[in-house]
């Protein structure tokens, strides 16, 4: 039975292993991978931009003094001057000029002229459509003719958000008819180094043999954190335009950015830390990404795959063997483990493990082994409610449901309380009775000693024709076993009465019964074949529960108990010794005794009999029969007729006339079960 459920239980991690596998490989949790890059971004801490980057902001300030947008292009030409003069060696701007300015043509000339002359601007264009899966861009808008013309490199400012609108990773370059057109950021880079864009090809990140065909022509930009303003060197355009400070303390050996912070220009990007961040800072981490060569990179897809199979593993082979504390320890593990890894290696090594599929397929499997262990749960609830509901105890029931393991298969040894009632005259009453007659006896005897015996926690073992055999402190344990026990008993014989009346009332005969019970050691659990089983108990104390229930025949009593039981529940129950007898098939002899009422519920006449009695028993074994013969006389008067003490007034007479032998040890041997 485990080894199905554990079985089972691998084929469900499996089953998920496998869905998270073809979901993964199909993008199913890209939108999901996203949000963790971005949450790794915000909890990896504080992670300024180079220092020589900084970046001439178009800001609100500016234009109010300056006026509106766009500024004549002399303006721009007056920025670049004095950038250049103060020492800057690369002038990037995120501006597009890619029309002549109409109003003013001679203004167009002057930056023209003045670009060409300083040797360190990189212009912007655009593509009108998106670059492609190819990396080929389409209807390109240059700057005019005269600035594309003066300029050191142009580069594309295209960006290419995500598809959920976040801008994280870049395209490097693009292609145009037979042209190969570097991105703002790539220009600026190898303006900035000194370098043509052929010789920076090869060290562009997702390069593969120097073969673009098999570049994967992706940055993925390591952003500096915008939360923290001094990540960020910015100066506003209108301060850097006027006054006569020397500039070069600011920006000599820097590469500069010029682009628009103004949220009326509408150059706003959302990045992971915040939704608006202004498009010329994204080129900046852009460049910083190049020099430092710190860009975020991603494992392989086959890493991934990997992590998911060992996941599936862990929660297939080790996790359904253990306690349901270690299966949600082991969980929280995982899930932690893999959390804490991951912002690991992105705040260190600025490696992006895809952690969703590993965390999806721990959830999934833990999910499934979760739901599958409170299905078999209720189902084995109700197998064993269903298995027990006829002749267990609703208390005992709600105990072993909650802990199936109490009913430990193939048996274990434990002391318990056995319990044998017999009708009384059987045979004679199904001679006499018609079938139908006997089976409406039976039914209403049986069902109600069941209730009994139900009542007090006992499991009903089985009906074995006129008799009941019951046990107790199994499945469930009960410390008060044998007390449970010999309460059943009683009442079993305090419903003599009613039931009588009620089988009188019907012109049917009376019944009477007789109870053996015996506590011990036994094997008790579940005993059969592997498809057909009882729970049942075994051992010489059921043997023995069965000899004393027939056993009473010989003395005329109800309820014989076991010195064991009687040590048991002697606190809670009244009776008086019986005999020291020596059942058929065994040697070492045992004390019975008889079971008689609830403590403190004998009437006072029977417990100055009962006093009487124990006193003439101990004569009678110390061979004193003369004595005790008078002793047991006068029990009789204050319980007459009673059947036990007739017994041994019948055993002192004979030993009077004949006496045992001197070896004689008290004990009476059964000659019969």
């Given at each position: 039975m485990v080894k199905k459920h554990l079985t089972r239980s691998f084929l469900l991690c499996l089953v998920v292993t496998?869905?998270?596998?073809?979901?993964?490989?199909?993008?199913?949790?890209?939108?999901?991978?996203?949000?963790?890059?971005?949450?790794?971004?915000?909890?990896?801490?504080?992670?300024p931009l180079q220092k020589n980057i900084s970046v001439v902001v178009i800001d609100e300030k500016s234009i109010e003094k300056l006026g509106r947008w766009p500024w004549p292009r002399a303006t721009h030409a007056k920025l670049v001057r004095r950038l250049e003069k103060a020492g800057a060696k690369a002038i990037a701007f995120d501006t597009l000029f890619t029309e002549p300015d109409m109003t003013n043509q001679k203004s167009d000339e002057i930056l023209a002229e003045t670009v060409g002359n300083s040797g360190v601007v990189v212009s912007a264009f655009f593509f009108k459509n998106e670059i492609d899966e190819n990396h080929i861009g389409k209807n390109v808008a240059y700057p005019y003719q005269g600035l594309n013309e003066s300029s050191s490199y142009v580069g594309f400012v295209n960006l290419n958000p995500d598809h959920d609108g976040v801008t994280r990773r870049t395209k490097l370059y693009a292609i145009e008819g037979e042209d190969l057109l570097p991105s703002l950021g790539v220009a600026t880079?190898?303006?900035?180094?000194?370098?043509?864009?052929?010789?920076?090809?090869?060290?562009l990140p997702g390069m593969i043999d120097n073969d673009l065909s098999l570049s994967?022509?992706?940055?993925?930009?390591?952003?500096?954190?915008?939360?923290?303003?001094?990540?960020?060197?910015?100066?506003?355009?209108?301060?850097?335009?006027?006054?006569d400070k020397d500039l070069s303390s600011?920006?000599?050996?820097?590469?500069?950015?010029?682009?628009?912070?103004?949220?009326a220009l509408f150059d706003m990007k959302a990045i992971?830390?915040?939704?608006?961040?202004?498009?010329?800072?994204?080129?900046?981490?852009i460049v910083d990404n190049l020099i430092n060569k710190n860009w975020i990179r991603e494992i392989e897809s086959y890493w991934t795959f990997l992590f998911v199979i060992l996941v599936g593993l862990l929660f297939g082979f080790y996790i359904p063997r253990q306690s349901t504390w270690i299966k949600l320890v082991s969980f929280f593990v995982v899930v932690g483990g893999g959390v804490g890894f991951s912002l690991w290696l992105f705040s260190t090594q600025q490696l992006v493990v895809h952690i969703v599929p590993p965390l999806i397929t721990a959830l999934g499997c833990y999910g499934a082994l979760i739901f599958y262990h409170l299905v078999i749960e209720e189902k084995e609830k109700r197998k064993i409610k269903g298995s027990f509901k006829q002749y267990l105890s609703p208390k005992v029931i709600e105990i072993i449901t909650k802990d199936p393991s109490k009913l430990k298969l193939g048996g274990e040894e434990r002391e318990v309380t056995i319990f044998f009632l017999d009708i009384a005259g059987f045979t004679t009453m199904s001679e006499a009775l018609a079938p139908t007659q006997l089976v409406e006896v039976m039914n209403q005897c049986l069902t109600k000693f069941s209730n009994v015996i139900l009542k007090q926690q006992g499991?009903?073992?089985?009906y074995i024709g006129d008799c009941i055999m019951a046990f107790w402190n199994a499945p469930a344990v009960q410390p008060n076993h044998a007390t449970l026990a010999c309460l059943a008993g009683l009442e079993c014989i305090e419903a003599l009465p009613e039931l009588n009346k009620s089988f009188q009332a019907k012109g049917l005969p009376s019944i009477d019964c007789r109870v053996g019970i015996n506590t011990g050691n036994a094997v008790v659990g579940n005993m059969g074949s592997m498809d057909r089983f009882d729970y049942t108990v075994m051992g010489d104390s059921v043997n023995l529960a069965s000899r004393l229930e027939g056993a009473n025949k010989q003395y005329h009593s109800h309820i014989m108990i076991s010195e064991r039981t009687f040590e048991s529940a002697k606190e809670d129950i009244e009776a008086r010794d019986m005999d020291l007898i020596r059942v058929k098939g065994k040697v070492k002899p045992i004390k019975v005794f008889e079971l008689l009422s609830r403590r403190g519920k004998l009437d006072e006449q029977f417990n100055k009999g009962r006093k009487l009695y124990h006193d003439a028993l101990h004569l009678y074994r110390e061979r004193e029969f003369d004595d005790a013969l008078h002793g047991f006389q006068e029990v009789l008067d204050?319980?007459?007729?009673?059947?036990?003490?007739?017994?041994?007034?019948?055993?002192?007479?004979?030993?009077?006339?004949?006496?045992?032998?001197?070896?004689?040890?008290g004990v009476w041997v059964m000659k019969t079960k």
């Open positions: 496998f869905w998270v596998l073809g979901f993964y490989t199909f993008g199913g949790f890209d939108s999901l991978e996203l949000k963790a890059v971005d949450f790794r971004f915000q909890m990896r801490g504080n992670r880079y190898c303006l900035s180094e000194g370098k043509t864009f052929e010789e920076v090809i090869p060290q994967k022509n992706e940055l993925f930009v390591n952003f500096a954190d915008p939360r923290y303003k001094n990540n960020y060197s910015q100066h506003s355009y209108v301060d850097i335009l006027t006054g600011l920006f000599n050996g820097k590469i500069v950015f010029v682009g628009a912070t103004a949220a992971p830390f915040v939704s608006k961040f202004p498009g010329v800072f994204v080129h900046a981490n499991l009903i073992n089985k204050f319980i007459p007729n009673d059947p036990l003490t007739r017994v041994y007034l019948e055993r002192a007479r004979q030993f009077t006339i004949s006496p045992p032998p001197s070896q004689w040890d």
